[in-house]
């Protein structure tokens, strides 16, 4: 892949500009090998491998991801969100739990729950497993944390809706009202899986950080032409340009679904169309903005020139990582600087 990266080689002892590349890679994960998309950075003079944090963290949390949504194991933020519903601090959560006192501290930071740790969270979010835990663990909790635990329970003793297992990044996007976060739609997986297969099919060399740019220009165009996106997909600013957030859930969802297949070629892994799908969500109108995408994602003869079409984007560049590019910022000034690059899309807009 030709994304860059600001970082510096020990080889070489300079500051280099870094190019990355993505690959398909196995990771074991407690003994089970997760495949995933792994991106290395290689250093333009020397070419080695530069192992930045940056870069590895995100490599590990991808297959993390996949390795919890196959198990049902709660994310850091779920546990987080466990941890406010009950309104207790890190310490006393863990002692709740019957875990150690820094047990929570390293879930909340990424740490993956060991299968006796993740059963016991999975009891928290049942009425009838917190109160079994308050019974045993409430000797080593405050008299403020029994009160509050009480409170929380006793607030939701009819309403146990949030009894139900925690949702993650994506399915939370389905309840999400339509808002500018959203562009006016809730995430709708279909409508997501859909997309991608179109995509796959029409544009040359999809790669899967390549795939991202096409569906944040798709949804933004989307929102600007018709006012709203075509997936409700949320997007974030990650260090090679915006890219859904959830993405590895989504990642997870078309190969399960077989909707677009991962070949490997010589530079990463190019997304194929899969299974044909059972259902067309998409509207003839919305087929001929789909097919003015990826006619526009064609229009870049690299991935390089793609990528710094979406670096030059102001919603990208005033953005930090992982913060949310909001729709209300962005359509207009993607569709515009897409329909700058190439006019025959004016014809789509309005
Ligand atoms: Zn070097």
């Given at each position: ?105 390293r879930y909340e ?99 899967w950080t390549k ?123 993607v569709a515009g ?14």
């Amino acid at each position: 892949m030709t994304d860059f990266l600001e970082t510096f080689c020990p080889e070489c002892d300079m500051g280099v500009r870094a190019s990355l590349r993505e690959q398909p890679a196995t990771l074991r994960v407690r003994g089970e090998e997760i495949d995933f998309t792994e991106t290395v950075a290689l250093c333009p003079h020397c070419g080695m491998e530069i192992g930045d944090s940056r870069v590895e963290d995100e490599n590990l949390e991808q297959a993390y991801a996949i390795y919890r949504a196959r198990h049902g194991i709660p994310s850091p933020e779920e546990i987080r969100k466990l941890r406010e519903f009950y309104g207790l601090s890190l310490r006393e959560f863990s002692r709740f739990l019957g875990f150690g006192e820094q047990t929570v501290y390293r879930y909340e930071r990424g740490d993956l729950p060991d299968p006796t740790h993740s059963l016991v969270l999975e009891q928290a979010k049942t009425h009838q497993g917190a109160r079994r835990l308050l019974a045993k663990n409430r000797k080593r909790l405050s008299e403020r944390s029994i009160e509050s635990i009480e409170l929380a329970l006793s607030t939701h003793a009819e309403d146990l809706h949030w009894v139900r297992p925690l949702p993650s990044k994506l399915e939370e996007q389905t309840a999400d009202a339509p808002s500018t976060a959203n562009g006016y739609r809730a995430f709708d997986p279909d409508r997501a899986l859909a997309l991608m297969r179109l995509l796959a099919q029409q544009c040359r060399d999809l790669f899967w950080t390549k795939s991202q740019k096409a569906l944040f220009v798709a949804d933004m165009f989307a929102c600007a032409c018709r006012g709203r996106s075509l997936t409700g997909l949320r997007y974030a600013h990650a260090t090679h340009g915006p890219v859904a957030d959830g993405r590895e859930e989504l990642r997870y969802l078309l190969a399960e679904a077989g909707i677009v297949e991962f070949c490997e070629c010589d530079w990463g892994e190019v997304l194929e169309p899969g299974k044909p799908l059972a259902n067309d969500p998409f509207d003839e109108a919305e087929h001929a903005l789909i097919d003015g995408i990826a006619t526009f994602v064609n229009s870049f003869g690299t991935a390089r020139e793609i990528s710094d079409f979406s670096h030059g984007l102001d919603c990208w560049r005033n953005t930090e990582d992982g913060q949310v590019i909001d729709y209300a910022d962005a359509a207009g000034e993607v569709a515009g600087a897409m329909v700058a690059r190439m006019p025959g899309l004016g014809g789509l807009v309005g």
